[in-house]
T-cell receptor, first 110, second 114 residues
Framework: GQNIDQPTEMTATEGAIVQINCTYQTSGFNGLFWYQQHAGEAPTFLSY????GLEEKGRFSSFLSRSKGYSYLLLKELQMKDSASYLCAVNLYNTDKLIFGTGTRLQVFP | DTAVSQTPKYLVTQMGNDKSIKCEQNLGHDTMYWYKQDSKKFLKIMFSYNNKELIINETVPNRFSPKSPDKAHLNLHINSLELGDSAVYFCASSQGAGGPETQYFGPGTRLLVL
């Protein structure tokens, strides 16, 4: 079966750094996506990791360890607008299928 | 605007009715998807089509029937609606198939079955 775990909720303060973890156990793995979803809106693409290591994109970075079945999304210099759900999704090998985790709801406080 | 669009945005209907949701993408993508997001915000793939051909068909009741008249459109028809069908349905598209392509989501259709 497929299993993707993320914390349900996190809180942080404006200007701080937060790390959202994702662990996965799937039958076949191609890569891992992170999506952001604001309340009442569509998920939007943030990052994609296929190789081990850190991918940096401005204030957001994503890390992958394939051997540990682990990824994290790092958000720096948090802003109020970063309050949203963050969805981890595994792309299964040789398909375009994405298996999503349940998402982590991040609340940023002033 | 280049985007994935869905209609309607909101759909309120009675149990037992039949309804359709339409999706269009003008991104020139080859693959389109339907996802269901339940009240716990869990997003689950239902179907995918590549160039009008069904690729993914998850364990979904056969009351749900996708139809792709061309590669820019993927509609979802639901027969005999049930209370448990209440959810947000997202359409998405990606450039190709069989690999790690970024998927772009439509704004969602909020279905409420009474």
């Amino acid at each position: 079966g497929q299993n993707i775990d993320q914390p349900t909720e996190m809180t942080a303060t404006e200007g701080a750094i937060v790390q959202i973890n994702c662990t996965y156990q799937t039958s076949g793995f191609n890569g891992l996506f992170w999506y952001q979803q604001h309340a009442g809106e569509a998920p939007t693409f943030l990052s994609y990791n296929v190789l081990d290591g850190l991918e940096e994109k401005g204030r957001f970075s994503s890390f992958l360890s394939r051997s540990k079945g682990y990824s994290y999304l790092l958000l720096k210099e948090l802003q109020m607008k970063d309050s949203a759900s963050y969805l981890c999704a595994v792309n299964l090998y040789n398909t375009d299928k994405l298996i999503f985790g349940t998402g982590t709801r991040l609340q940023v406080f002033p | 605007d280049t985007a994935v669009s869905q209609t309607p945005k909101y759909l309120v209907t009675q149990m037992g009715n039949d309804k359709s949701i339409k999706c269009e993408q003008n991104l020139g993508h080859d693959t389109m998807y339907w996802y269901k997001q339940d009240s716990k915000k869990f997003l689950k793939i239902m179907f995918s089509y590549n160039n009008k051909e069904l690729i993914i068909n998850e364990t979904v009741p056969n009351r749900f029937s996708p139809k792709s008249p061309d590669k820019a459109h993927l509609n979802l028809h639901i027969n005999s609606l049930e209370l448990g069908d209440s959810a947000v349905y997202f359409c998405a598209s990606s450039q190709g198939a069989g690999g790690p392509e970024t998927q772009y989501f439509g704004p969602g259709t909020r279905l409420l079955v009474l």
